[in-house]
């Protein structure tokens, strides 16, 4: 195999989640180019991802009204490059009919609707942690092996811009816990209720400050998340506020953390594969979905059953911080 390629649709955490399988596929085919195919919100995921670039990205965007020029387009792209093999995380009947239409003769995909336009049809077994799901794929390339746990590559530029940050907040000697409570607008369109309320944050870093007093209190501020972080800094307002201005350089900040405390987000699957101590809290999404079964390093926290992220009470979050 000399190129290879594959459509990852999704969010940052999505591509996140599928590195272990471009790193199966890099060690099995090693001088190989290997592109893929990602919505533009999603394209920065690439520059911590260890097996290729951004230069490797091609852009896309799956949930827009794409017209016939625009597939067209696509199509013309892919075949210029004669690509070996294509896999693709997604179903969709038209997503199928244009890998057809490609011409590449090794087609990979999960079972479902459209298989005859497949070469390799793979079961779906959703119920498994995502990046193993994903991972599941490599066996029509004859890949055996376990997935591989979810691993990122900083640039020396992220960490010494990190380094310098933790200067600048003088947390460098001491260090310090690192809160990301936002979620993207995206997520929020979708009705998908991921932000925990300001009100009870303030009291989950109240009470972490009365009993770590010397230990400081870091806030992530991203690009959405200006309203959060002014609604903690109303109550809390000597806490220390950081803002990344790319992913590597926010995964950089969460690796030097003590303690990580999140939501359901791009940033937590950053904490799982820099190995920061993390706490995660969940709405309904099932946590064993997006998060590898390591209880003594990441822990999560869901509501009661069919209520939202806002019913989870302070203490449950103090409590699982504690927890040993």
């Known amino acids: 195999m000399k190129r290879l390629l594959a459509l990852v649709?999704?969010?940052?955490?999505?591509?996140?989640?599928?590195?272990?399988?471009?790193?199966?596929?890099?060690?099995?085919?090693?001088?190989?180019?290997?592109?893929?195919?990602?919505?533009?919100?999603?394209?920065?995921?690439y520059r911590v991802c260890p097996s290729i670039s951004e230069s490797n990205v091609i852009k896309f965007d799956f949930k827009d009204r794409n017209s016939l020029a625009d597939f067209s387009n696509l199509l013309g792209i892919i075949r210029d490059r004669e690509y070996d093999a294509?896999?693709?995380?997604?179903?969709?009947?038209?997503v199928r009919f244009l890998l057809w239409l490609t011409g590449i003769n090794k087609r990979v995909s999960y079972d479902g609707q459209g298989n005859l336009f497949l070469t390799d049809v793979i079961p779906l077994q959703p119920d498994q942690y995502a990046a193993t799901m994903y991972h599941d794929?490599?066996?029509?390339?004859?890949?055996?092996?376990?997935?591989?746990p979810v691993k990122l590559a900083l640039?020396?530029?992220?960490?010494?811009?990190a380094n310098n940050e933790q200067q600048r907040l003088q947390v460098k000697e001491s260090g310090y816990i690192l809160l990301h409570g936002g979620a993207s607008q995206l997520s929020v369109k979708q009705g998908m209720v991921k932000i925990y309320p300001p009100?009870?944050?303030?009291?989950?870093?109240?009470?972490?400050?009365?009993?770590?007093?010397?230990?400081?209190i870091v806030v992530v501020r991203g690009p959405e998340d200006g309203a959060f972080v002014q609604?903690?800094?109303?109550?809390?307002?000597?806490?220390?506020?950081?803002?990344?201005?790319?992913?590597?350089?926010?995964?950089?900040?969460?690796?030097a953390a003590n303690v990580f405390l999140c939501t359901d987000s791009a940033p937590m699957h950053l904490g799982v594969a820099v190995g920061v101590n993390l706490v995660a809290l969940f709405g309904p999404t099932d946590p064993a979905k997006l998060l590898p079964n390591e209880p003594s390093r990441i822990k999560f926290?869901?509501?009661?059953?069919?209520?939202?992220?806002?019913?989870?009470?302070?203490?449950?979050?103090?409590?699982?911080?504690?927890?040993?």
């Not at 955490?13 to 599928?18: A, N, S, T, V």
């Not at 060690?27 to 995921?45: D, F, H, L, T």
């Not at 294509?86 to 038209?94: H, I, M, N, P, T």
């Not at 009100?199 to 400081?216: G, I, T, Y």
């Open 199 to 216: 009100e009870s944050w303030v009291k989950v870093l109240q009470e972490v400050r009365a009993k770590l007093p010397n230990l400081p």
């Open 231 to 255: 609604s903690l800094m109303a109550q809390l307002p000597d806490l220390r506020v950081v803002a990344p201005p790319d992913i590597g350089k926010l995964a950089a900040m969460i690796a």
């Open 86 to 94: 294509v896999l693709s995380l997604g179903r969709r009947l038209s």
């Open 301 to 324: 926290i869901q509501p009661p059953a069919g209520q939202s992220i806002a019913a989870i009470p302070p203490e449950a979050v103090l409590a699982k911080l504690w927890e040993s």
């Open 137 to 148: 794929l490599v066996r029509g390339f004859g890949i055996t092996n376990p997935c591989p």
């Open 155 to 161: 640039a020396k530029s992220d960490l010494n811009w």
């Open 9 to 45: 649709p999704g969010g940052v955490g999505d591509q996140i989640l599928f590195f272990p399988t471009l790193a199966a596929l890099r060690q099995k085919y090693p001088q190989a180019e290997i592109n893929v195919i990602v919505e533009p919100r999603s394209v920065g995921a």
